[in-house]
Structure formats: structure tokens, C-alpha cells
């Protein structure tokens, strides 16, 4: 027990040293998100510690053979003294027996449990590269949907149209008696004003919801394949995922498209930041919704790699507060460090709130931030957009408790701020054609 205490603690000596530095390398240059890397240092420790085990009791079954064996041969037995070998003859060169050869004649019970975590370091860095070799391939990216059209949402037609009521008109003098009593007419429905609805559907003719000459909503760089997304980021803080998935932020995908009639995707989705570089810079998504409770944690690979999806390839950020001040000054604070300028309040008559829906009021749920939204803005175009308020607790099947006006406006809101990303990237992809 003496000697097994005495390679544990060399070996946490020696694996603090190894995760600094892992942790130094791999926060600052791999970009994995805190989070991750905490599993991956959970899962390293719990396989150490039964490296440290296995070879413990391996090495200690050898010694006790090699002692027996000696004893029968009648030779110098070997004694073991602190956790250090000694024995007159030579030994072999089995790494597992701590009296090896490989060891030296002193320091021997440091010496195997240095080899031991370095063996076992490099073999959990190498399976550790290989699975986010796995994990980075490259992604197809995301277009936007085909088509074309105008900033605006057609309101359904409505046609109001007079039915004349029918006149019995009888011959005094004609020889049939026309004996038709009158409660019989006074029960029958003429339907004097029927209203016949002639719904405009979004996506055919100059109607269409987008920005293009093509035929149907969309716009002019999308493709046909290219579906209406909406994708949140999977960062360290916490409560990333809340309100994410059916019943929840899968509801404003199904009302942009019922809306806009733009194709949408079947499901909203979550991705790490790292995997906007693998995919083409014309495909990343047009915007990407983070949200939470609290700090918003991203190494510093991941905020270059946002700086690059905003500035260079004209991406946008939703941001929703869900939990209160510590996301609120996270969130600025990010935005500030990435966009390199400071927010603004965006007013009630910008674009973004006129366009499609003229929005009469902001919506707040609960105003965990504040009740005004901000905005960091980069060469006249919007690239975050900050609704303090718990904007997606309004998109929830059971819409937070909130009225139906405030919901209501809470769907148009999110469908002005999907459509102003996805305007904005269709005109930078149209400056990129040749």
C-alpha cells in the first residue's frame, strides 16, 4: 500500500504538469469549448487512475513470483526497500517489473511511473486528435433557399361579394295558384354577404416573400436545395440548450415558414463554433442564436473564428437573455471583444423592426437585461443583434405565460431578424459572384 500511495503521487505530480500544459494548448490554439475540455480532462484522470492500478498490481505479482522463485533456488533474495528493488542479479528489461532494467538502479518506482503516464498521455493525446479529426470533417454549409420577391408580407385577400336576393314574381291573372307560405321563404339562408377568401400565397407571383427574380419565396443567391435555418451555438456557459428543440424554438422555423413561405429546415439544430470552419465561407448559416442563463465561455480560437463569421463572411448573432445580469454583461462583453465596437440601442424604426412586419411595440417577456435591445453595427449592417428580454420563452408551446399580442410579437420580431440576416448575406454572396 506504502509503495502504491508513493506512484500515485508521483504520477498527480507529473499529470498536473501534463493537463497545464494540454490545457494551455489546447484553450488557446484547439478551440475546444471549456465544457468539452472538461470531460475529455474527467475521462484522461478516471483511465490514469487504472493505468496506475493495473500496472500497480501487475508489477507486484512479478515481485512476489521472482521472490518465491529465489527462495526455492536458495539465492540472495531480492529486497524491496521503499518502493526501490534490490537485488544482486540482473533483471530483464519487462517495463511492468519495477526492478527492470529500464529503471536504473535507483529511483526506480518514479522512473516507471513517469513511464507509465507518459505511455499513457501520448496514447490519450493521439486518440484524443484522432476523434477531432473525426468530429471537424468537412460540413456541406447551409444556402439560402431559392428564390425571390420583396421585404414585405402579403396579407391575405379578402373579397366581399353582394349576392342578390332572388324575387318570386307570380302572374295575377294565370290560372295556377301560387300558394307559397311565407315562413317557408323567411327560413331559407340567401346569404346576402358571403365572404369568398382568396389567400395570397407567399412564393407565387410578385407576391413572393425574399429578394430575387426567382420564382417562389427566397432569393436570388439561394439554392435548391437551400432551406430556411435556424442554429444555435453550443457554448460553456450555462443553460445553452434552453428552449431549444420541438415544442420550443422549432416553433418560430414553422412560423417563418408559414409566414414567409420560404422552405425551412426539419429541425433546428446546435453546432460548436469550430465547425464554422468547416464549411465553405459562402456557407456558413446567416445567423447563429445564442442564449443562456449565465457567462457565455468560448476560448479564444472560438472568438476569432466568430470575428471571421461576422466581419468576414457576413454572418449575424441573435443573442437572448434567459437568466439575468451575469449573461447581460457576459454577452456585451463578447460582442464588444469580437466586433471590436460597442453596442447601440436599435431604435423602434430601424429596418430591422419595420421589415417584414412594422411592429407597432418591442416584445419582452421578462426583461432579465433590460427592455432595450441593442445592436452592434459593422459598416452600416447589423452583425449581433441583443434582445434582452427572453425573446425564444415566447416561442415555447406554452409561450411563458405570456398574452397572445405578446407572443404575436415575439414570432414577428424573430421572423424580421431571421429575414434581415438572410437579406444581408444575399447581398454580400451577390458582391462575391463574378
Not at 419565396?217 to 460553456?236: C, D, M, N, Q
Not at 471583444?337 to 412586419?357: K, L, M, Q
Amino acid at each position: 500500500m506504502k509503495r502504491f500511495r508513493f506512484t500515485v503521487l508521483h504520477s498527480l505530480l507529473a499529470t498536473v504538469l501534463f493537463i497545464g500544459a494540454w490545457l494551455l494548448a489546447t484553450l488557446l490554439i484547439g478551440g475546444i469549448s471549456i465544457v468539452d475540455f472538461a470531460g475529455w480532462v474527467l475521462l484522461y484522470l478516471v483511465g490514469l487512475s487504472w493505468a496506475v492500478y493495473v500496472v500497480e498490481q501487475a508489477g507486484s505479482r512479478i515481485e512476489t513470483r521472482r521472490i518465491l522463485a529465489e527462495r526455492r533456488a536458495g539465492t540472495a533474495p531480492t529486497v524491496v526497500i521503499s518502493g526501490e528493488v534490490r537485488s544482486r542479479r540482473r533483471l530483464g528489461w519487462n517495463p511492468i517489473d519495477p526492478g527492470s532494467r529500464l529503471y536504473g538502479r535507483s529511483s526506480q518506482r518514479l522512473r516507471q511511473s513517469l513511464a507509465v503516464l507518459a505511455i499513457y498521455s501520448l496514447a490519450f493525446v493521439g486518440v484524443y486528435y484522432l476523434v477531432q479529426m473525426r468530429s471537424a470533417k468537412p460540413h456541406d454549409g447551409f444556402d439560402l433557399p431559392e428564390g425571390g420577391g420583396t421585404d414585405t408580407i402579403k396579407a391575405s385577400a379578402v373579397k366581399v361579394e353582394k349576392v342578390i336576393r332572388k324575387k318570386f314574381l307570380f302572374n295575377q291573372n294565370s290560372l295556377v295558384i301560387h300558394n307559397v307560405p311565407k315562413d317557408l321563404l323567411d327560413k331559407v339562408d340567401l346569404k346576402l354577404d358571403a365572404e369568398t377568401r382568396n389567400e395570397y400565397k407567399s412564393g407565387t407571383g410578385d407576391g413572393a416573400t425574399g429578394d430575387g427574380e426567382g420564382e417562389g419565396s427566397g432569393f436570388g443567391t439561394g439554392k435548391g436545395g437551400g432551406k430556411t435555418t435556424f442554429i444555435r451555438i453550443r457554448h460553456g456557459g450555462p443553460n445553452w440548450d434552453r428552449n431549444f428543440g420541438v415544442g420550443l424554438d422549432r416553433n418560430m422555423l414553422m412560423q417563418f415558414e408559414k409566414r414567409t413561405k420560404m422552405k425551412i429546415a426539419e429541425e433546428s439544430q446546435s453546432i460548436e463554433v469550430p465547425q464554422l470552419n468547416s464549411m465553405p465561407p459562402t456557407k456558413n448559416p446567416a445567423l447563429l442564436f445564442i442564449g443562456g442563463t449565465g457567462q457565455v465561455l468560448l476560448s479564444a480560437a472560438d472568438k476569432k473564428t466568430l470575428k471571421q463569421y461576422l466581419l468576414e463572411r457576413h454572418g449575424m448573432i441573435l443573442g437572448d437573455n434567459l437568466g439575468g445580469q451575469a449573461f447581460h454583461q457576459s454577452f456585451i462583453a463578447l460582442m464588444n471583444e469580437i466586433t471590436g465596437t460597442t453596442p447601440v440601442a436599435i431604435s423602434r424604426d430601424d429596418v430591422i423592426h419595420r421589415r417584414p412586419y412594422p411592429l407597432p411595440q418591442l416584445p419582452f417577456v421578462v426583461a432579465h437585461g433590460g427592455t432595450t435591445p441593442l445592436g452592434w453595427k459593422v459598416d452600416g449592417r447589423w452583425v449581433v443583434y441583443y434582445h434582452p428580454g427572453a425573446l425564444s420563452d415566447a416561442w415555447r408551446d406554452d409561450r411563458a405565460g405570456v398574452s397572445r399580442q405578446v407572443e404575436e410579437l415575439c414570432y414577428q420580431l424573430g421572423v424580421n431578424i431571421m429575414f434581415y440576416s438572410m437579406a444581408e448575406k444575399n447581398k454580400w454572396l451577390k458582391s462575391q459572384s463574378p
